[in-house]
């Protein structure tokens, strides 16, 4: 097993071994700076005192260079990070999309800022130091090296240049599957594998390699690539190993926040792990949307809102399960509690492993 330990448990420097979601190849990681010369906020400061591998940045075309020398997380403030151009933008997003980059944003970006759709975790300036390491170790564990394998029977279909063949998987992993059919795959064959929940409806398609055989099985590893749905087979393998029983695709989301940013940011995480998810800026259009909403997460402290409206959304989502993602003040959030009586709540700042995983969790309870 791959141990992943919290930064502050050891003094000095230390190189964690560990996995990205979408990477099971990835074998080290190292945190890039790219902020203000002299900066000295308690973010930054956090990072530093880790004990986590780390570089800082000299210039936006410094940290372009050392984002593409391997798998990374990027810290940058919305100064620095506007500097990247559109062209740059376009050699980092296969990273992104690989997950062998995270591009974490310690402020707001206006929407006309070219890195604005590859950000991958917004950190507000209410995010304490404390709760940045705790989530960033809790991510490290979550991907960590040993992923589990639940057992599955869904129904899938192995294609190469040679043909397809129709089988079952009798075990899904995050990185891996046991493939069974009768006409069974060599070891060493390369191809697509499609795989079918029980009503026939495609849950992924993924590049797959058959790299060992047990009993009557193939062990098949994923090949990935960019716009992997590795996030997808994640949350399957959570729901079969017990965190529920239906899948996600009749989870509906709606996000309500005054970032745009925020809200993009939801929008990409849930849907690329196979939620449906809308996305509002005003109360009128989330208001219409919430008769076929399954799942609300809410900024209790936007502007527009108070006691009052918290009431009346809460009432008008009876049906729907509100959960508050917000970056305010204790005091807000507490206010808002006793309005609505809601008690999840997710904090901003959350890596979207950690977020995506605590919606499947509250989403899945009864």
């Known amino acids: ?74 810290f940058a403030d919305s100064q620095n990070a506007t500097q990247i151009s559109a062209a740059e933008v376009a050699s980092l997003e296969p990273l992104v999309q690989a997950g062998t980059l995270r591009i974490c944003l310690i402020d707001d970006l206006p929407p006309s800022a070219p890195i604005g759709p590859l950000v991958t975790t917004l950190l507000p300036p209410e995010l304490s130091p404390e709760e940045l390491l705790d989530e960033l170790s809790r991510m490290l564990w979550m991907n960590r090296a040993t992923a589990p394998n639940a057992e599955v029977a869904l129904r899938a279909v192995f294609s190469t240049a040679e043909g397809s063949r129709s089988g079952s998987l009798s075990a899904l992993g995050h990185f891996n599957a046991s493939f069974v059919a009768q006409d069974a795959p060599p070891v060493g064959a390369k191809g697509r594998l499609a795989v ?44 079969a190993m017990g965190a529920g029983s239906r899948l996600i695709d009749g989870v509906t989301i709606a996000v309500f926040d005054e970032s745009w940013l925020v809200r993009q940011l939801m929008t990409v995480a849930l849907t690329r792990a196979g939620y449906t998810v809308t996305s509002h800026e005003t109360l009128a259009d989330l208001m219409r949307a919430l008769p076929t909403t399954t799942l609300l997460l809410l900024e209790p402290g936007a502007s527009v809102l108070n006691p009052e409206r918290l009431k009346e959304i809460a009432k008008r989502a009876a049906k729907s399960k509100l959960v508050f993602l917000t970056g305010a003040a204790d005091a807000v959030v507490k206010k808002a509690q006793e309005a609505t009586a809601v008690h999840n709540v997710i904090r901003k700042g959350s890596f979207n492993d950690v977020l995506v995983a605590r919606v499947a969790e509250i989403s899945a309870k009864g």
């Open 1 to 74: 097993m791959t141990e992943v330990r919290h930064p502050n448990q050891e003094r000095g420097i230390a190189i964690f071994s560990t996995r990205f979601l979408d990477t099971p190849f990835m074998e080290t990681f190292r945190i890039v700076l790219l902020v203000k010369p002299g900066e000295s906020g308690p973010i930054v400061k956090a990072l530093v005192g880790s004990g986590y591998p780390l570089q800082r940045a000299t210039s936006a075309a410094d940290a372009v260079r050392l984002m593409g020398l391997g798998p990374c997380f990027l």
């Open 196 to 239: 079918f929940d029980t009503n026939g409806e495609q849950l992924f398609e993924i590049d797959a390699e058959v790299v060992g055989e047990r009993r009557a099985s193939r062990q098949l590893k994923f090949m990935v690539t960019p716009n992997a749905p590795m996030q997808r087979i994640r949350h399957i393998v959570a729901r």
